[in-house]
């Protein structure tokens, strides 16, 4: 069974930065694409990074020219760097991979 741990979330001020890592318990990285998603209090959840198994990047428009997905298949890890965050970022971040899901990590911006 693989487990997606997710961590990094906290508390930031607007325009500060935090980078989401997404720990996996087994070496998916190499055979999936992942992305990160994220879901706002009383919103759907929403995509907003995908890389593929050549590493290939997506984002939302959200997020293009402020986060940046990047994958270290030797640690089993991806990783979401948001930097310029805004309080509109706000959200429970989520890291994906096939069926997989991890539990989530909160992200809160506000000064």
């Known amino acids: 069974q693989v487990q997606l741990v997710e961590s990094g979330g906290g508390l930031v001020q607007p325009g500060g930065s935090l980078r989401l890592s997404c720990a996996a318990s087994?070496?998916?990285?190499?055979?999936?694409?992942m992305g990160w998603y994220r879901q706002a209090p009383g919103k759907e959840r929403e995509l907003v990074a995908t890389?593929?198994?050549?590493?290939?990047?997506n984002y939302a428009d959200s997020a293009k020219g402020r986060f940046t997905i990047s994958t270290n298949n030797a640690k089993n890890t991806a990783y979401l760097q948001m930097n310029s965050l805004k309080p509109e970022d706000t959200a429970v971040y989520y890291c994906n991979a096939a069926k997989w899901w991890g539990q989530g990590t909160q992200v809160t911006v506000s000064s």
């Open positions: 087994g070496n998916i990285f190499r055979f999936y694409a």
């Open positions: 890389i593929t198994r050549d590493s290939r990047t």
